[in-house]
Structure formats: C-alpha cells, structure tokens
C-alpha cells in the first residue's frame, strides 16, 4: 500500500522513497525485509555491482602471494614431470603472471556469475509464483552477493594473516571441525558448504523473493532449502570426484 507520505507501507512498518547507500547496506545486514521491499520499487544496479567487484579485488589481492607460490610449484613439478627443462626463476615469473591474472580477471568472473545466478533463480523462483520482471531480481541477488564475497574477504584475511592454505583454511564452515587431511572428500564438500555466510546467502534468497518478487512465503522458502541442500550435494560430489580423478594422475 502507498500513501502521499516520503514512506510507503511494509506490514507495520514503513519503507522510505529513498534510501541512501548506507542505508541500504545497513537493512541488507539488519533490516533485509525493508531493503528488499525498496528494491521491488526502485531497483539499483550499479551501486551493488561495484561494492562487489572492488570487495572481490580485495579478496583476491590478499591472497596473491599464496597464488603466486601455489603457481610457482605447479609449473615447476609439471615441466618437470613432463621432462622439460624450467628454472625456478622462469616458474616464478609465470607464475606471478598467472597471479595477476587471476585476480585481474575475478570481476569479470563475478558479474557473469552474478547474471548466471540471477537468471537461474528467476527460473527457478518461478515456481513459487514470483513476478515477472528482471531488472529487480539482478538488483536483488547482487545486494545478496555482497554478504558471500564479504564471507570470501573474511577467509582471504584469515589466510593472509596465519599463512594457511586457501584450501584448508575454513574459518566460518564445519569444515573448520574437520581433519585437513580430509580435503576433497565428499563429507569435507558437505561441511564446506554449510557455512555462515553461505546460509546467510540462501535465507536472502528466499526473503528477497518473497519481498521483492512478491512469492508466496512457504513455497518459496521450501524451494530455498531445497535448492541449498541440492547445490551443496553437488559441490560436494564435484570437489570429490575433481579430487579423485588428480590422484589417479598420480
């Protein structure tokens, strides 16, 4: 319900016309009703894409020096293997190449995520009766992806920090409970995934779609929880099966 008023009705409690950002940063921490209720109205693109890919930069410049070794030791014992001949100056000037590749490329990679993920929510949320209309949802899920890259910038302290492996490192995940020799195991996956700021993630989901999308609450929360427990099976048995299949190259 509208009024005349700056402020337009959410049950009892009023959403402003306006919201600056952060205000919208705010309510997406506290408040995520209100903020995806303003977004169903008045949905912004821009401002989210670019908190996302400056966060991102940040993740992935913290953990450049740990690319850079990890890249070193990869083409080194590869040429190796391979019976070429590679001095480990070469490796580790390839490998900081790769580096700042990696992280020049993160962005990039994240806003083709970021359209990816929208559109298959779309189609899935579908389901559950939201609205038609996109633009609002791209808006939506790039204020959510904010709290999984703020997780990843987290992890990307801890690592630069202790010194641990990127892989290893589990700072917010059951995982963290779990023997790092289990690494690629399929209960390590499973672990891995259950995880504060990913569980955070898809309860956004399921309220963004409710407020923003106009969904029907329980089916769309239903299709939420199943959706995480599907996706989280799959990772987990892709990381296994990506975890099986190097060992036997070995």
């Known amino acids: 319900m509208y ?25 997406l921490i ?44 990869l083409f080194y014992n590869a040429t190796k ?8 100056d070469q490796a580790e000037n390839m490998a900081k190449w790769f580096a700042i590749g990696t992280v020049a490329s993160t962005p990039v990679i994240l806003v083709i995520t970021w359209l990816i993920t929208t559109l298959i929510l779309y189609l899935v949320f579908r389901l559950a009766g939201c609205e038609k ?16 890259v703020l997780g990843q910038l987290l992890h990307s302290i801890y ?33 891995k995934n259950i995880e504060v700021f990913n569980i955070w993630t898809y309860i956004l989901y399921g309220v963004g779609f409710v407020y923003t999308g106009g969904a029907k609450k329980q089916r769309a929360y239903i299709i939420t929880a199943v959706l995480f427990v599907i996706v989280t099976l799959v990772t987990a048995g892709s990381s296994n099966l990506s975890s099986q299949l190097a060992a036997m190259q070995y």
């Open 30 to 73: 506290f408040n995520p009703k209100k903020l995806f209720s303003y977004t169903a109205r008045k949905p912004t693109i821009l401002f989210p894409v670019v908190i996302l890919c400056i966060l991102s930069l940040v993740t992935q410049l913290l953990l450049m020096e740990q690319y850079q070794g990890t890249y070193t030791d």
């Open 81 to 88: 293997t391979a019976g070429g001949e590679i001095s480990v």
């Open 159 to 191: 690592v630069y920090f202790t010194g641990e492996s990127i892989l290893t490192a589990q700072v917010t995940s059951l995982a963290s409970l779990i023997s790092s020799e289990t690494v690629g195991s399929f209960l390590y996956g499973i672990a």
């Open 133 to 148: 209309g996109l633009k609002k949802y791209f808006s939506m899920v790039a204020y959510i992806s904010i709290i999984s």
């Open 3 to 27: 009024n005349n008023t700056e402020n337009y009705q959410l049950g009892e409690e009023l959403v402003p016309e306006k919201m600056n950002i952060f205000q919208r940063i705010g309510n």
